[in-house]
């Protein structure tokens, strides 16, 4: 799974953080939610997902990888 942020969304509530620390953190500047590993590792998974069920304007986007064709 990846996650990003969609900047221009973001209120800088603070959700993600708080459920998810270890995949996001805010920046100093404005508040702004900032990824600190797009790759997310199997066992911050359910946290980055609740994170993004929670953020109040929709601002984390998450992908999941496909597997590679005839791997």
Known sequence: MKVSIAAERCIGAGNCV?????????????????????????????A???AADICP???ILLSRAQAAAGA
């Open 48 to 50: 980055v997902e609740q």
């Open 18 to 46: 708080e459920v998810a620390s270890r995949v996001f953190t805010q920046s100093d500047k404005d508040g702004i939610a900032v990824v600190l590993k797009e790759d997310v590792p199997p066992e911050d998974q359910d």
């Open 57 to 59: 304007v929709g601002a």
